[in-house]
Structures are given as structure tokens and as C-alpha cells.
T-cell receptor
């Protein structure tokens, strides 16, 4: 599975949109982009995933560039409860490894 | 229960002792994963079960670590002759379907915090 690169940390003001970047320049055609987050002392929580089209659900939006080498997770109205470590993961869904490989992630701090 | 359940939530043991950590996945989830997480790091893959069999155990660090899932539901992670370096949070996750059609969404438990003195 391709490797991802994320900033170590980011701050965001409560009520503002939080845009979390991720680089995955070696992504291949059959690899999906997944986002998870981990709030302190809890297990990781699935947020969203996508292949090449932009995706939106009740938690967030995922914008994937046309060349698929990077993506942005958008939390439209960040709240204090969105403070967490966010993991961007690339994984193939066509055979091969079934596991998700987590990096160190990015710490998002939402400030009042 | 509604989510993945892990017991114990906290375990303190002495170096050299044997430890078992239990995971109750979401009912009907065929895939089960074990990860461990050290402070400041992301979760590190240990082993993945598809049904009763270990489909990928490439993340187990050495032969002191072993996991079973005899009936394709509950899984137990077993650690022999524990060492201080084994101290971590051990996370279990389950997924409804395995293979190419799966969504990739893993549901994680709260973890079992192991401290080896």
C-alpha cells in the first residue's frame, strides 16, 4: 500500500472549517484513501473513504485531487469534540493485504 | 453489545508473566484485527483473522505473541514471558465483510492497556 504524508499538527478555531491535508503521491489506481480519527483514550473511528470522486457524509467531506496524489479532509464546522489525531491511509481493495497501516497521523486541536 | 468489547480495560503485570487479552467483535463481523499502540504512535498491525483462521500474522513481533479465534467470533491475544517493552494499548477491531467487496471500515474497541512492570 502507498505511503501517506501528513503535517504533524494543526490548529483550528471552533466553528470554522478544518481542512486536513494528506499527500499520497505514489498511490496506484486501485487504492482507496481512508480517513480515521482517534480521540484521546479511545479506539480509532472511521470517518470517510474515497477512490477518485469527492465524497461527503454526515461527518466530513473528502476532496481528492484529479491526479489522486493528494487529498483533503474537510470538517465543515469544527467543534471542540473534533480535537483528535487524524489518520490518512491508502489501501488497496483488490486482493493483497486486508490490513490498514496507520502512520503517526496529524493532531488537530480545535480552539474555543 | 453494539460495539467491539475488549477486556480487561487495564492490566498490570510483572515481567515474565503470561497475559491474555480478550476481544468480543461486533456480531456477524467475519474479520477481526489486533493492533497495538505505544504512546505517541499510530496503531501498529499485529494479526488479522478471517473467520477462525489467521489470514495475516506478519505483525506479530515474535513467538511470545499468539492469537486465537476458535469459533470465528471471540478472539484472545496471548503474550508469554511479558517484557517491559510489551507495555502498550492493545486494540481490537472488526469488520463485517472481508475480501475485495469489503468497505474497509474497521470498528475499534476501546483497547486494553497493558503495563508490564
Amino acid at each position: 500500500d502507498a505511503k501517506t504524508t501528513q503535517p504533524t499538527s494543526m490548529d483550528c478555531a471552533e466553528g470554522r472549517a478544518a481542512n486536513l491535508p494528506c499527500n499520497h503521491s505514489t498511490i496506484s489506481g486501485n487504492e482507496y484513501v481512508y480517513w480515521y480519527r482517534q480521540i484521546h483514550s479511545q479506539g480509532p473511528q472511521y470517518i470517510i473513504h474515497g477512490l477518485k470522486n469527492n465524497e461527503t457524509n454526515e461527518m466530513a467531506s473528502l476532496i481528492i485531487t484529479e491526479d489522486r496524489k493528494s487529498s483533503t479532509l474537510i470538517l465543515p464546522h469544527a467543534t471542540l469534540r473534533d480535537t483528535a489525531v487524524y489518520y490518512c491511509i491508502v489501501r488497496s481493495r483488490q486482493g493483497g493485504s486486508e490490513k490498514l497501516v496507520f502512520g503517526k497521523g496529524m493532531k488537530l486541536t480545535v480552539n474555543p | 453489545g453494539a460495539g467491539v468489547s475488549q477486556t480487561p480495560s487495564n492490566k498490570v503485570t510483572e515481567k515474565g508473566k503470561y497475559v491474555e487479552l480478550r476481544c468480543d467483535p461486533i456480531s456477524g463481523h467475519t474479520a477481526l484485527y489486533w493492533y497495538r499502540q505505544s504512546l505517541g504512535q499510530g496503531p501498529e498491525f499485529l494479526i488479522y483473522f478471517q473467520g477462525t483462521g489467521a489470514a495475516d500474522d506478519s505483525g506479530l513481533p515474535n513467538d511470545r505473541f499468539f492469537a486465537v479465534r476458535p469459533e470465528g467470533s471471540v478472539s484472545t491475544l496471548k503474550i508469554q514471558r511479558t517484557e517491559r517493552g510489551d507495555s502498550a494499548v492493545y486494540l481490537c477491531a472488526s469488520r463485517k465483510l472481508a475480501g475485495a467487496l469489503s468497505t474497509g471500515e474497521l470498528f475499534f474497541g476501546e483497547g486494553s492497556r497493558l503495563t508490564v512492570l
